[in-house]
């Protein structure tokens, strides 16, 4: 069992990665405060993990809500849901919401946790290679609007992160691959060293290879508390964490929630991201075999260039109307910038088509 810290004062909490530690092998107690909590999951990841989490919380009474299964369902409408649930149950100040699931599972519910009587407890046991890298982890939690991705949320730190990874046995193949983008991200902005690891052990990832995911994850996780410690509200730093996510978010945005994954939409926006940077081509080569050997996408559906640019407009990092995107230096040095040679952004976003 590996414990990780993301060091944020009293607001501090661990990030427990091992496997066995769903049925009982880790005691959650001492992080749900009252006797009472939600669990929150949805109807694909219930059948399999809910009764494996309740030995977690001996002694505890325990409600639990299932929620439609898909980026789809990652509305306020579905948060709705959770928030009657939590009336239903008179939950109140010392109820604790923990979040089963992927990143929509966590993401949803830790908005609701973040409004039921201005914030309650809440828990992260993130079941998926993508959450268990990436959305459990920070604090960021919220909803799609049909105009743009994640645009409406709260940040609401985790009081733990529970990582089982036992719970990536039943990842379908696909899931897998698409949690493995958010790995090779984090490679790529911030440290070579792990980026070039990967290029060295994606035959092993990809095949499912329990310490190389584990060393994954744990990588992937000290990456994120490091930038989650030193910029917890993304007023600067951590916006590098969305390396490809302009256009990824665009790409999910165009394409309909759900139709392409959220990692494999971040794969081909890195690239993107890579091209619109001053990266030697050598460099961009790394990265598109990379993600290649992750048997994700390098190139973005056809999205006409009214659509890309009427998308990106509402990310979330836009100053003054003024676009931004996270580039890189080099393979694991990346910045935000407004700086960007406007005519490739044209190019890459198909503007002379
Ligand atoms: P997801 O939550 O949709 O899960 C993927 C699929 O796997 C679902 O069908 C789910 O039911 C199923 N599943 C989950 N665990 C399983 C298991 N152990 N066995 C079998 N099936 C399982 O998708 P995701 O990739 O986990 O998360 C994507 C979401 O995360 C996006 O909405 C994205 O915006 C968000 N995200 C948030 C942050 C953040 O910081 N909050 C960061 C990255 C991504
Ligand atoms: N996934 C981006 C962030 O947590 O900031």
Redesign the pocket.
């Known amino acids: 069992m590996h414990q990780l810290q993301v060091e944020l004062g009293d607001r501090s909490y661990p990030i427990v990665i091992g496997s066995g530690l769903l049925g009982g092998g880790f005691d959650l107690g001492e992080y749900v405060c009252g006797d009472d909590c939600l669990v929150v999951s ?4 219930a059948p ?2 809910l009764d494996k989490l309740l030995p977690n919380l001996g002694g505890l009474s325990v409600d639990s809500i299932a929620l439609p ?3 789809a369902y ?1 509305t306020v409408e579905t948060m709705q849901c959770i928030l009657d649930k939590l009336v239903a149950m008179r939950g109140n100040r010392d109820t604790t919401v923990i979040a089963l ?7 949803v519910a ?1 908005f609701a946790a973040a409004c039921y009587m201005r914030g309650v407890n809440f828990v992260q046991v ?6 268990q890298v ?9 909803v ?1 609007h049909p105009q743009g ?2 645009l409406v949320g709260a940040f609401r730190q985790p009081r733990a992160v529970l990582i089982d990874t036992d ?6 193949d696909r ?1 897998l691959r ?2 493995l983008a ?1 790995v090779i991200k984090y490679g790529a902005i911030c440290d070579a060293g792990f980026f070039a690891w990967l290029e060295d052990n994606m035959s092993g990832l990809v095949a499912r290879d329990a310490d190389s995911l584990v060393y994954a994850i744990r990588r992937s996780c000290e990456c994120k508390a490091a930038v989650v410690a030193e910029d917890e509200r993304e007023a600067g730093r951590r916006a590098i ?1 969305n390396f490809g996510h302009t256009f990824g ?1 665009a790409i ?1 945005r165009c394409q309909g929630y ?1 139709e392409w ?3 494999e939409a971040v794969a081909a926006g890195m690239i993107m991201a890579a091209q619109l940077s001053n990266l030697p081509d050598r460099d961009v080569e790394r990265l598109r075999a990379l993600i290649v050997s992750a048997g994700l996408p390098v190139e973005p559906p056809v999205i006409g260039h009214g659509d890309w640019m009427s998308a990106m407009g509402m990310d979330k990092k836009v100053q003054g109307k003024q676009l931004r995107f996270v580039l890189l230096n080099d393979i694991g040095d990346s910045f935000v910038s407004a700086d960007y040679d406007a005519a490739r952004l044209d190019d890459l976003t198909g503007a002379a088509a």
């Open positions: 949805n109807e694909t990841v399999l993990y299964d898909g980026e990652k699931g992927g990143g929509v599972v966590g993401d830790g993130p079941t998926t290679l993508l959450a990436d959305s459990s982890v920070g604090g960021k939690t919220g799609n991705k994640n719970t990536l046995d039943t990842l379908p899931e698409a949690g958010e964490l978010h999910e759900g994954l959220h990692g």
